[in-house]
């Protein structure tokens, strides 16, 4: 079990699930996981969150929710150590530390932060420090793979970065320097108004609903009117039907956009149906969701404290 490599990766829980975020994300993240090639530490990441949500009963809800979400979705949290990010204080300890071995001018060069300067916003210092609780995040847990998405790719070098420069201030090889992996782009999916389906957009269809929302937001899909095959609707369609059926249901009914929307109603129910019960048989017993952040919250503690142990030692404070 030890000599496995280690895997970890954070979620923020923000924002209400699509399927655009099922099929170009987390479906991938599961199945990586599921490959059983790695020790997976997954944690949700509501410090980070709180740079933008700041609403306590909002916290709570998300964070139930995306636990609910990942369980329904098929994250076994047998083999995963599956916790709260704010439930292990080394953490935000790590992080301080971090603070003290990195200028302002290196964090300035983030992405994040140039655009949220490019656009006049005020930044908060949690903002600006975000990188540094995720290297904290990565590097306690000797991680050799942190799978994400592209965007999230110069958080790992900032990472990598970091856990060289502890290194070399403080003459060890403590730290482990980790690979992102970038995790294959699904094509976009387009949302309801043709877009890329995005919360921000107002065009989604939810990942948990009811058949009447799901067929309400089906509906709404808009159609060109040149007569050939609606784009949209079929870009939806074959993430849960082959294209080779569906080469033969869209030329048979060419033109009867109702129609065709309605067959995909009943496909994405159908293929949707698992997921949603599951996540609703979660609601049903709260205990189930307690249980696994608590198991979670005693592995993490138990793997970060020993680093840090560690830690402490290398930089004299113990
Ligand atoms: P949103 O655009 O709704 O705010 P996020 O930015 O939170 O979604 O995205 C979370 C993850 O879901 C990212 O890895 C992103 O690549 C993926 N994702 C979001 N929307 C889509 C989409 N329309 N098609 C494919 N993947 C998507
Ligand atoms: N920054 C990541 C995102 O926005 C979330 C995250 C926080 C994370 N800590 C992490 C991802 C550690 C991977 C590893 O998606």
Known sequence: MTSQPVLVSGVKPTGDLHIGNYFGAMRQFVDLVASGKYRPFIFVADYHALNTMQDAEEMRRRTR???????????DPEKVVFFKQSDVPAHTELAWIFDTITTMPYLMRAHAYKDAEAKNKEISVGTFNYP???AADILLYDASIVPVG????????YTRDTAEKFNRVFNTDLFKLPEAHI??????VPGTDGQKMSKSHGNVIPLFCTRDELAK??????????G????????????????????????EHQGNYKLLKELLIEDLDRYLAPIRAKYESLKEDPTIVERV???GKREARAVSETKMEQVRKAIGVA
């Open 132 to 134: 540094l609780l995720m």
């Open 217 to 226: 937001a089906v509906m709404s899909i808009v159609t060109d009117s040149s």
């Open 183 to 188: 995790m294959p782009d699904v094509a976009v």
């Open 293 to 295: 952040l608590e198991a």
């Open 228 to 251: 050939e095959r609606p784009k949209n609707v079929y870009a939806i369609h074959k993430l849960v039907r082959s294209e080779q059926e569906l080469e033969q249901i869209y030329t």
């Open 150 to 157: 592209a965007d999230q790719k110069q958080h790992v070098e």
């Open 65 to 75: 929710e995306l636990v609910m979400a990942y369980l329904a979705i098929g994250l």
